[in-house]
């Protein structure tokens, strides 16, 4: 069936639905969400590419995606231009295009003072992301360094920001550290606001282990580094704090008693680590070829925090100690670029990158979807023989929450731009809970508190006092 096909099911679904008794539509519904099943978890993983997953899956090396892969349903997530990181895992928390959700780049221009750039934050979202409308329903949450969710805000659970400061964007010759993280002495972090020492010892102490975690992940270099590669190597360090701190973050609130019913945490470094380090991977590719020594100390680098990535998962899971539902998600894929570049060791070029994912290209990402109520869609082939060619179009990244909502018997906005996906649901369960639906989950009076910062001409002290209302300054 044809994603156009599977949609029209859904509007009959959704309509036989509304004309149910029993079934309500918009109004008071908040009761009426299913009961907790089993836990789900959403796995951000930025960049993450296929072509990169396929070979190690073919020598067994993602065991645990692999296995997600085995049971489920899986393959290419459509994505969206431009496949910038805020705008688009807004996309995919929200189900709606940023038009709707108002985040539409990493940074805005004063509008008087077209110079002065700002960075978006969660702030400037102008509807509900599903960790609020799961609070609308009484449901627990937990969200780890998603995009876009500094300052945390109140939610029936734990959220620990991904924190974007401006420091960040004032850094020289391009080398903008996009990728938020935790950051020492700045408060509004965490919801709640109590446990952010707490989370903040996790990060110190991630900080502490950096060394050794990375020697664990990618063993020792055998020779010096060059400006370029220190650079690269340097470039990539915020990353692996960041992915290593929510990790454990995450594992921690799923040991809890009271752990999240939904977890949506995320992982940076794939990304980072893909945009710098694809030219070791395919030296063929590029014009100016890495020296041996460099291939040797470099060829496998991003094979390897892919193999980690896999391992942090494992560990995800392993925590739950029981069937969980699981979503891999990545924003997009990542290609090739710069091939011409002559990437000249000792004189780094303004441009260190040597992949990319074009927003013109919209390079699809991937998708994996396993576990209790998800259907499961055998493989064509045996999964160690799976070409990138052989996987279908799952869904697209506005689907992501459309169809998060219903495993949890959570009724559907109309005015999301993704839809359900039925084809991954067990249909077991859409028998039993059918996809329910309601005008908007946002409402006037939670528009009317979100800030309105945006495209409004401020003088300086009411955005020195907003930098300061948002830890930015003291
Ligand atoms: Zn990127």
Request: proline fraction near 8%; aromatic fraction near 8%.
């Amino acid at each position: 069936m044809s994603l156009g096909n599977y949609r029209c099911w859904l509007l009959a679904v959704a309509l036989l639905a509304g004309a149910l008794p029993g079934c309500r539509r918009g109004g008071d519904i908040r009761k009426a969400s299913a009961p907790p099943g089993a836990p789900i978890l959403l796995f951000g993983a930025d960049g993450f590419e296929w072509s990169v997953a396929l070979p190690m899956i073919r020598q067994g090396r993602l065991p645990t995606i692999a296995s997600l892969m085995e049971r489920g349903t899986c393959g290419l997530l459509t994505t969206m231009n431009p496949t910038s990181s805020p705008i688009i895992w807004t996309s995919v928390a929200t189900g709606k295009t940023m038009d709707k959700h108002g985040i539409n780049d990493f940074v805005y221009r004063t509008p008087s003072n077209p110079l002065e750039l700002n960075l978006f934050t969660g702030g400037d979202r102008q509807t509900k992301a599903i960790w609020n409308i799961m609070t609308d329903y009484d449901r627990r949450v937990g969200v780890v360094g998603w995009w876009m969710t500094f300052p945390a805000e109140p939610i029936n659970g734990v959220m620990v920001a991904q924190t974007n400061t401006i420091d960040q964007i004032n850094t020289l010759y391009g080398q903008h550290i996009w990728k938020g993280s935790l950051r020492p002495g700045l408060k509004g972090q965490v919801y709640p606001p109590q446990r952010q020492k707490e989370m903040m010892q996790i990060l110190l102490s991630c900080d502490r282990n950096l060394p050794t975690l990375t020697e664990e992940i990618f063993g020792t270099f055998k020779y010096p580094p060059s400006e370029l590669t220190r650079r690269l190597w340097s470039n990539c360090q915020w990353a692996f704090r960041a992915d290593a701190t929510y990790i454990q973050i995450a594992e921690r609130l799923i040991r809890e008693e009271n752990r999240p019913e939904l977890l949506a945490v995320y992982m940076g470094g794939p990304d980072v680590i893909g945009h710098r380090y694809w030219r070791y991977m395919y030296p063929d590719l590029y014009e100016h070829r890495p020296t041996d020594q460099e291939l040797e100390d470099y060829r496998d680098i991003i094979t390897q925090y892919y193999a980690y990535t896999d391992a942090c998962l494992a560990r995800l899971l392993q925590a739950y100690g029981t069937e969980v539902t699981v979503i891999l998600a990545s924003d997009h894929g990542m290609i090739p670029l710069n091939t011409d570049e002559p990437f000249d060791p000792d004189n780094v070029p303004r441009q260190v990158n040597s992949a990319g994912h074009p927003g013109k290209l919209k390079p699809p990402g991937m998708i994996v979807l396993a576990g209790p109520r998800i259907r499961h869609t055998p493989l064509p082939k045996p999964v160690h023989q799976l070409q990138k060619d052989d996987l279908p179009v799952v869904c697209s990244i506005f689907d992501i929450t459309p169809t998060i909502l219903p495993l949890m018997g959570i009724p559907v906005g109309e005015d999301m731009d993704g839809q359900s996906v039925l084809q991954v649901i067990d249909p077991g369960w859409i028998k039993k809970c059918p996809v329910r639906t309601v005008g908007s989950h946002d409402t006037v009076a939670w528009l009317e508190a979100r800030p309105k910062t945006k495209h409004q001409s401020l003088d300086k002290d009411v955005r020195l006092q907003q930098l300061r209302d948002l830890g930015y300054i003291e």
